[in-house]
C-alpha cells in the first residue's frame, strides 16, 4: 500500500474510524425505521403480498441500481460527495408524503431511500476497505457490520414504538432526523476520508479470476434472498402466526440482529485467521438452518431460538465475506459496488419469489423454507474454492456434490401439485393475514381472473371499512367526531347500521364505538386503568345515522367507531357474493381461519385448540359462515401460572377489560358477517347469556363455547365436532 494511503489509514483509524461509523449507524437507524414499519403499515391498509413484495424488491432494486455507480465514482472522485449527496436527499424525503399521504408514496420514498442506503452502505465499506488490510480488515468490517446491524435492531423498536398509533408521520420524522444526524457526523469527517479508495499496490491485478468472483458473488446472492425475504415477510409471518402488538412484533423482529451485533465484535476477531471463504459458507448455511426452521415456527420461543441461530450465521458471515469481496481487486469501490449489487439482486428477488411463492402455496411458511434451500444451494462453488485453496480438491468436489443433492431433496415434492378434483386455489395477504379461494374445478384462466377480482374488492372494502385508514369511510367519521357528520359509502353505511342493530340487540356487549378505547395508543397494553376517562365514549346510543345522504355522526371528541368485530366477515361476504355473481357455483372463502363457503359441495373445517397445536376436531358445513374468536390472537401472557386468564384485545365494553368469560368461540351462520359479529359477541357473554341470546335474535345460528377450564359448551344445534375425545394440549 502507498505511503499516501498509509497515512489515510492512520488518520481514517485513529480519528475518524468513531465519526464514520457514527454516520453510518445514524443513516442505517433511519432506513430500520422506515423498512420495518412499512410491511406493518402495509398489513394495516391491506395491501396483497405481491404489492409488500414488489414495493422491497424496488427498494432493493435501487440499492442494485446505485451499488456500482456509487462505488466507481468513489474510486475517481472519493468517497466524501456520495455520503453528503445521499443524506441530504433522503432528509427531504418526508417532504413527498406532506404532499401526497398514500401508501404509493411511501413505496416511493423506499425507492429513493434504497438508492441513499445503497450509497452509504457501498462507500463506506469502499472507505475502510482502501484503508488497512489483512486480519485487522477483517476486525473493522466486523465492526462496521456491528453498527449496521445494531440499527436493524434498534430501528425495528423504535418503528414499532413510533407505529403505535397507526400514525406514519412520526416514522418519516425519526427517519429524517437520523439522516439529518448521518449528514453531520460525514460533514465533520469528509475531509479526512480517502480521496480515493483505489489501492495503488494492486494496479495491474485489477480482478480475481472469474470463477472466483463468481463463487463469492453467487453466494451473496443467496444470502440477499433471505434477508430480503426476512425484511419483507417475517413481520407477515409474525403478526399472522402469533398475532402480537406492533411493539412485540418489533422485539421478535428484532432478535436476528441483536445475535448478530453481540457476536459481530468477536467472531470479527476468533476467526480473523480462518480461510475466509469456508468461513464465509459456515455462516451462510447457518443462516440458511435458521431460515429454514423459522418457515415451520409457532411459538415465541421457536421464533427466538431461530433468531439467534441467524443472528450467528450472520456474525460469522458478514466480515469474512466483506474482506473476500474488498480483496479481489485494486477498485474498491468498484470490487465492492459489485458486491452489493449482487445481494441487492438477491434482496430484490426473495421479496419477489416470497410474494409468487404465496400466491401459488397459499402459506407464508412454504417460501422461507424455499429461500433457505435456495441461499444454501448458492455456497456449494464458495465452499468449493476454499477446500481447493486448502487443497481439498477432491474433498471438495464431493462435498459440493453431496450438499447440492442433500439440499434439493428438502425441497417439498407435493409443493405444486393438484389433487385429484382439479381444486383451484388463489391465495394472496390481505386483512392481514393470508386470504384462501379454494374453487372445485376452477383451474382455468378465467376463474383465476375472477379470483383475482374477488381479492381486489376485499382490499378496496378494507381500506373503507378500516378504523385506521384516515381515508376511509370509518377513518374519516373517527376523525370528524364532534364536529360535523359525514358522509360514507354505501357499503359502509350498510355496515355500521348493521353493527349498530347488533349493538342494540346485545344491550352493548357488542358496541361499534368501542373504538374509543382501541384506536388508542395504550390499547395493546390492555391495562383497565387507562381506560377509566373513555367510558363515557363508548355508547353505540349516541351514534347519529341519516338514512337519506348515508351520514354519520359521533357526537362527542375521542369517540370512534371500530368495526373490527363484524368487518372482517363483511369483506368475506364480498367476495363470495362476487364470486356467485360471476358464475362460481360452488367454493370457500377463508381469510385467517374465518370461512364462507357456498355451492352444492359440503365442507369441512377444523376447530382451533385455543391452548395448545393443532385442532380439537372439525365440523361439516354446508353454505354457511364458520367464524371463530378466542383470546390467543393478541394476548399478554399471565404472570402467574394460576391464572386460566389473558389479558387480549376483546373487551367487554361494560368492564372496560380482556372479558373473562370464555377463551374461543365458534359460530356458524348464514352469512360471514353475523359469524364473525356474534362470534365476539357471545364470547363476551359467555354460554349462559350467549344461548339465550342466541335463541332469541339469531335462531339459524349456532356457536359453541370453550371456557378456562378447557370444557366446551354448545348450542343444541351446533354442527357435530368430529374429534378422538381429548384435545391437542
Same mark, same amino acid.
Given at each position: 500500500?502507498?505511503?499516501?494511503?498509509?497515512?489515510?489509514?492512520?488518520?481514517?483509524?485513529?480519528?475518524?474510524?468513531?465519526?464514520?461509523?457514527?454516520?453510518?449507524?445514524?443513516?442505517?437507524?433511519?432506513?430500520?425505521?422506515?423498512?420495518?414499519?412499512?410491511?406493518?403499515?402495509?398489513?394495516?391498509?391491506?395491501?396483497?403480498?405481491?404489492?409488500?413484495?414488489?414495493?422491497?424488491?424496488?427498494?432493493?432494486?435501487?440499492?442494485?441500481?446505485?451499488?456500482?455507480?456509487?462505488?466507481?465514482?468513489? &474510486?475517481?472522485?472519493?468517497?466524501?460527495?456520495?455520503?453528503?449527496?445521499?443524506?441530504?436527499?433522503?432528509?427531504?424525503? +418526508?417532504?413527498?408524503?406532506?404532499?401526497?399521504?398514500?401508501?404509493?408514496?411511501?413505496?416511493?420514498?423506499?425507492?429513493?431511500?434504497?438508492?441513499?442506503?445503497?450509497?452509504?452502505? @457501498?462507500?463506506?465499506?469502499?472507505?475502510?476497505?482502501?484503508?488497512?488490510?489483512?486480519?485487522?480488515?477483517?476486525?473493522?468490517?466486523?465492526?462496521?457490520?456491528?453498527?449496521?446491524?445494531?440499527?436493524?435492531?434498534?430501528?425495528?423498536?423504535?418503528?414499532?414504538?413510533?407505529?403505535?398509533?397507526?400514525?406514519?408521520? +412520526?416514522?418519516?420524522?425519526?427517519?429524517?432526523?437520523?439522516?439529518?444526524?448521518?449528514?453531520?457526523?460525514?460533514?465533520?469527517?469528509?475531509?479526512?476520508?480517502?480521496?480515493?479508495?483505489?489501492?495503488? &499496490?494492486?494496479?495491474?491485478?485489477?480482478?480475481?479470476?472469474?470463477?472466483?468472483?463468481?463463487?463469492?458473488?453467487?453466494?451473496?446472492?443467496?444470502?440477499?434472498?433471505?434477508?430480503?425475504?426476512?425484511?419483507?415477510?417475517?413481520?407477515?409471518?409474525?403478526?399472522?402466526?402469533?398475532?402480537?402488538?406492533?411493539?412485540?412484533? #418489533?422485539?421478535?423482529?428484532?432478535?436476528?440482529?441483536?445475535?448478530?451485533?453481540?457476536?459481530? +465484535?468477536?467472531?470479527?476477531?476468533?476467526?480473523?485467521?480462518?480461510?475466509?471463504?469456508?468461513?464465509?459458507?459456515?455462516?451462510?448455511?447457518?443462516?440458511?438452518?435458521?431460515?429454514?426452521?423459522?418457515?415451520?415456527?409457532?411459538?415465541?420461543?421457536?421464533?427466538?431460538?431461530?433468531?439467534?441461530?441467524?443472528?450467528?450465521?450472520?456474525?460469522?458471515?458478514? +466480515?469474512?465475506?466483506?474482506? $473476500?469481496?474488498?480483496?479481489?481487486?485494486?477498485?474498491?469501490?468498484?470490487?465492492?459496488?459489485?458486491?452489493?449489487?449482487?445481494?441487492?439482486?438477491?434482496?430484490?428477488?426473495?421479496?419477489?419469489?416470497?410474494?409468487?411463492?404465496?400466491?401459488?402455496?397459499?402459506?407464508?411458511?412454504?417460501?422461507?423454507?424455499?429461500?433457505?434451500?435456495?441461499?444454501?444451494?448458492?455456497?456449494?462453488?464458495?465452499?468449493?474454492?476454499?477446500?481447493?485453496?486448502?487443497?481439498?480438491?477432491?474433498?471438495?468436489?464431493?462435498?459440493?456434490?453431496?450438499?447440492?443433492?442433500?439440499?434439493?431433496?428438502?425441497?417439498?415434492?407435493?409443493?405444486?401439485?393438484? /389433487?385429484?378434483?382439479?381444486?383451484?386455489?388463489?391465495?394472496? $395477504?390481505?386483512?392481514?393475514?393470508? $386470504?384462501?379461494?379454494?374453487?372445485?374445478? !376452477?383451474?382455468?384462466?378465467?376463474?383465476?381472473?375472477?379470483?383475482?377480482?374477488?381479492?381486489?374488492?376485499?382490499?378496496?372494502?378494507?381500506?373503507?371499512? &378500516?378504523?385506521?385508514?384516515?381515508?376511509?369511510?370509518?377513518?374519516?367519521?373517527? %376523525?370528524?367526531?364532534?364536529?360535523?357528520?359525514?358522509?360514507?359509502?354505501?357499503?359502509?353505511?350498510?355496515?355500521?347500521?348493521?353493527?349498530?342493530?347488533?349493538? =342494540?340487540?346485545?344491550?352493548?356487549?357488542?358496541?361499534?364505538?368501542?373504538? #374509543?378505547? @382501541?384506536?388508542?395508543?395504550?390499547?395493546?397494553?390492555?391495562?383497565?386503568? =387507562?381506560?377509566?376517562? %373513555?367510558?363515557?365514549?363508548?355508547?353505540?346510543?349516541?351514534?347519529?345515522?341519516?338514512?337519506?345522504?348515508?351520514?354519520?355522526?359521533?357526537? =362527542?371528541?375521542?369517540?370512534?367507531?371500530?368495526? !373490527?368485530?363484524?368487518?372482517?366477515?363483511?369483506?368475506?361476504?364480498?367476495?363470495? /357474493?362476487?364470486?356467485?355473481?360471476?358464475?362460481?357455483?360452488?367454493?370457500?372463502?377463508?381469510?385467517?381461519?374465518?370461512?364462507?363457503?357456498?355451492? &352444492?359441495?359440503?365442507?369441512?373445517?377444523?376447530?382451533?385448540?385455543?391452548?395448545?397445536?393443532?385442532?380439537?376436531?372439525?365440523?361439516?358445513?354446508?353454505?354457511?359462515?364458520?367464524?371463530?374468536?378466542?383470546?390467543?390472537?393478541?394476548?399478554?401472557?399471565?404472570?402467574?401460572?394460576?391464572?386460566?386468564?389473558?389479558? %387480549?384485545?376483546?373487551?367487554?365494553?361494560?368492564?372496560?377489560?380482556?372479558?373473562?368469560?370464555?377463551?374461543?368461540?365458534?359460530?356458524?351462520?348464514?352469512?360471514?358477517?353475523?359469524?364473525?359479529?356474534?362470534?365476539?359477541?357471545?364470547?363476551?357473554?359467555?354460554?349462559?347469556?350467549?344461548?339465550?341470546?342466541?335463541?332469541?335474535?339469531?335462531?339459524?345460528?349456532?356457536?359453541?363455547?370453550?371456557?378456562?377450564?378447557?370444557?366446551?359448551?354448545?348450542?343444541?344445534?351446533?354442527?357435530?365436532?368430529?374429534?378422538?375425545?381429548?384435545?391437542?394440549?
Amino acid at each position: 500500500m502507498s505511503i499516501r494511503n498509509s497515512k489515510f489509514s492512520q488518520r481514517l483509524t485513529r480519528f475518524n474510524i468513531p465519526l464514520l461509523m457514527g454516520a453510518v449507524f445514524a443513516a442505517s437507524m433511519g432506513t430500520g425505521v422506515f423498512t420495518f414499519t412499512l410491511p406493518l403499515m402495509n398489513l394495516d391498509e391491506k395491501a396483497g403480498g405481491m404489492w409488500l413484495g414488489s414495493g422491497f424488491a424496488g427498494y432493493f432494486l435501487a440499492k442494485l441500481i446505485i451499488a456500482p455507480l456509487s462505488g466507481n465514482y468513489a &474510486d475517481r472522485n472519493g468517497s466524501s460527495g456520495p455520503l453528503l449527496l445521499s443524506c441530504g436527499l433522503a432528509v427531504l424525503l +418526508p417532504l413527498l408524503y406532506l404532499q401526497h399521504p398514500a401508501i404509493e408514496t411511501l413505496y416511493a420514498i423506499q425507492f429513493i431511500l434504497g438508492l441513499c442506503a445503497g450509497t452509504v452502505r @457501498t462507500v463506506s465499506m469502499a472507505a475502510i476497505g482502501a484503508s488497512m488490510s489483512g486480519d485487522k480488515l477483517s476486525s473493522r468490517f466486523a465492526l462496521l457490520s456491528a453498527v449496521m446491524n445494531s440499527s436493524f435492531l434498534l430501528g425495528p423498536l423504535m418503528g414499532g414504538l413510533l407505529y403505535i398509533n397507526k400514525d406514519y408521520l +412520526p416514522v418519516l420524522g425519526a427517519m429524517s432526523l437520523f439522516m439529518g444526524l448521518a449528514l453531520i457526523l460525514f460533514i465533520f469527517c469528509a475531509k479526512h476520508l480517502p480521496t480515493r479508495v483505489t489501492d495503488p &499496490d494492486k494496479t495491474g491485478n485489477n480482478s480475481a479470476g472469474p470463477r472466483r468472483f463468481i463463487s463469492i458473488m453467487t453466494a451473496l446472492f443467496g444470502r440477499g434472498m433471505g434477508i430480503g425475504s426476512l425484511i419483507a415477510f417475517y413481520p407477515v409471518l409474525l403478526k399472522s402466526t402469533l398475532h402480537l402488538s406492533p411493539g412485540n412484533t #418489533a422485539l421478535i423482529f428484532s432478535v436476528p440482529s441483536l445475535a448478530t451485533v453481540l457476536l459481530l +465484535p468477536v467472531s470479527g476477531r476468533l476467526l480473523a485467521g480462518f480461510e475466509r471463504r469456508l468461513t464465509t459458507c459456515t455462516g451462510m448455511l447457518i443462516s440458511a438452518l435458521a431460515l429454514y426452521i423459522l418457515g415451520g415456527c409457532s411459538t415465541i420461543p421457536g421464533f427466538i431460538l431461530s433468531g439467534i441461530l441467524s443472528g450467528i450465521g450472520a456474525a460469522v458471515s458478514m +466480515p469474512s465475506s466483506m474482506a $473476500v469481496c474488498s480483496e479481489l481487486g485494486c477498485s474498491k469501490g468498484r470490487t465492492l459496488g459489485i458486491a452489493n449489487m449482487a445481494a441487492n439482486i438477491g434482496f430484490m428477488a426473495g421479496p419477489l419469489f416470497c410474494g409468487i411463492m404465496i400466491s401459488a402455496t397459499g402459506h407464508v411458511r412454504t417460501p422461507f423454507k424455499l429461500t433457505a434451500i435456495a441461499g444454501a444451494l448458492a455456497t456449494v462453488l464458495l465452499m468449493y474454492e476454499g477446500m481447493q485453496k486448502k487443497g481439498y480438491r477432491k474433498i471438495g468436489l464431493t462435498s459440493a456434490a453431496i450438499s447440492t443433492l442433500g439440499l434439493l431433496l428438502l425441497v417439498p415434492p407435493n409443493l405444486m401439485q393438484k /389433487d385429484g378434483n382439479e381444486i383451484f386455489r388463489y391465495s394472496e $395477504v390481505a386483512m392481514g393475514t393470508v $386470504v384462501n379461494l379454494t374453487i372445485p374445478g !376452477g383451474d382455468n384462466s378465467a376463474t383465476k381472473e375472477k379470483a383475482r377480482k374477488a381479492v381486489a374488492i376485499m382490499h378496496r372494502l378494507q381500506k373503507d371499512l &378500516d378504523h385506521r385508514n384516515k381515508r376511509g369511510s370509518v377513518g374519516r367519521v373517527n %376523525h370528524e367526531a364532534g364536529k360535523r357528520g359525514v358522509r360514507v359509502s354505501e357499503k359502509a353505511y350498510r355496515t355500521i347500521r348493521r353493527g349498530l342493530e347488533i349493538s =342494540r340487540k346485545s344491550n352493548g356487549s357488542f358496541d361499534i364505538t368501542i373504538g #374509543a378505547i @382501541t384506536t388508542t395508543p395504550f390499547y395493546y397494553a390492555f391495562d383497565k386503568s =387507562r381506560f377509566a376517562g %373513555h367510558k363515557d365514549l363508548i355508547n353505540y346510543r349516541l351514534l347519529e345515522m341519516n338514512p337519506e345522504k348515508n351520514i354519520v355522526f359521533l357526537p =362527542r371528541k375521542g369517540m370512534a367507531l371500530d368495526l !373490527g368485530g363484524l368487518a372482517k366477515g363483511t369483506i368475506i361476504d364480498a367476495a363470495a /357474493d362476487y364470486m356467485k355473481n360471476e358464475g362460481i357455483n360452488t367454493a370457500m372463502v377463508e381469510a385467517g381461519g374465518d370461512f364462507m363457503v357456498f355451492g &352444492d359441495r359440503e365442507w369441512t373445517i377444523g376447530i382451533r385448540n385455543p391452548r395448545g397445536t393443532g385442532i380439537i376436531g372439525h365440523i361439516k358445513v354446508k353454505n354457511s359462515a364458520v367464524c371463530g374468536s378466542g383470546d390467543y390472537y393478541q394476548f399478554i401472557i399471565p404472570v402467574s401460572k394460576d391464572e386460566k386468564t389473558r389479558k %387480549h384485545h376483546i373487551f367487554d365494553p361494560a368492564l372496560l377489560q380482556s372479558s373473562t368469560e370464555s377463551i374461543a368461540t365458534t359460530t356458524v351462520a348464514p352469512n360471514a358477517e353475523t359469524a364473525d359479529a356474534l362470534a365476539t359477541t357471545i364470547f363476551i357473554m359467555g354460554p349462559k347469556k350467549g344461548t339465550a341470546f342466541m335463541k332469541k335474535y339469531f335462531p339459524d345460528c349456532s356457536a359453541m363455547w370453550i371456557l378456562p377450564d378447557m370444557s366446551i359448551v354448545k348450542t343444541e344445534n351446533f354442527p357435530a365436532i368430529n374429534t378422538s375425545g381429548k384435545l391437542n394440549k
